[in-house]
């Protein structure tokens, strides 16, 4: 089944080609276009080279991708579309639901991910979500994206001796999250203006901020106060 070219179809249609070695599944995300009144099936393969002829010939606006074919890995057809001189999109259609396959589809360019045992429905609103822009997946692969990438978020360094606040420094914080001016640290603390510059310059450094605001926001975030 190649479909039709969506050139000749609805301008307002969009074209979706579906990589999908599998007849059965095939015909059922072809359908799930077919009674979709807003989509139009721009073409039908069933590996990666076939996928890639119809790519550059149809130019759909979005590709429902397996990443198992006979002739490679459906990551090939995802980097082609995510690279094409004009706008598609892909949606990964997979048995697979694990961590490494769900983020070696998103690293290629996959906006979306889908599991084959989706409904005929919720493929066609999948579809939608990914034209206006959205992300489809089911809850569940979005909740193992998310703790994956949780976790590989690198641990904030180890605060060394010469980033933490001496008590003095800690002291002028007090006295500007008070509200009180430089010249008025000063007085209260018996030292001179320029010291009490210096202070606000090191706490400036050692939280990373540019100003008092963000110097008392992050100080009473990180319990610095």
């Known amino acids: 089944m190649e479909g039709r070219d969506a050139r000749e179809g609805d301008a307002a249609a969009a074209s979706v080609l579906v990589v999908e070695d599998s007849l059965d599944v095939a015909r059922h995300f072809v359908r799930a276009i077919e009674g979709a009144p807003r989509l139009t099936l721009s073409g039908l393969a069933h590996s990666v080279d076939g996928a890639m002829h119809l790519l550059y010939e149809r130019r759909p606006r ?3 991708v397996d990443l198992g074919l006979p002739d490679g890995s459906g990551l090939e057809v995802i980097r082609a579309a995510h690279t094409a ?26 906006i979306g991910y889908l599991q084959k045992t989706s409904e005929t429905g919720d493929v ?10 959205g992300s489809p997946m089911s ?32 002291e ?54």
């Open 172 to 225: 002028v914080l007090e006295l500007v999250a008070e509200g009180l001016q430089r010249r008025e640290i000063a007085g209260a603390l018996g030292i001179a203006l320029g010291t009490v510059g210096n202070h606000i310059h090191n706490i400036y450094r050692k939280l990373q901020v540019r100003s008092n605001t963000e110097a008392v926001s992050k100080a009473q975030r990180g319990g610095l106060l």
């Open 124 to 133: 066609a609103r999948a579809i939608e979500v990914a034209l206006a822009g």
């Open 85 to 110: 001189s004009w706008r598609c999109e892909s949606i990964v259609i997979s048995i697979f639901g694990d961590d490494r396959h769900v983020l070696s589809a998103i690293e290629a360019g996959a």
């Open 139 to 170: 809850p569940r692969i979005a909740r193992r994206v998310l703790a994956r990438l949780a976790r590989e978020q690198p641990s904030p360094p180890a605060q060394t001796e010469d980033d933490r606040l001496t008590q003095r420094e800690r």
């Open 62 to 64: 979005i590709a429902l």
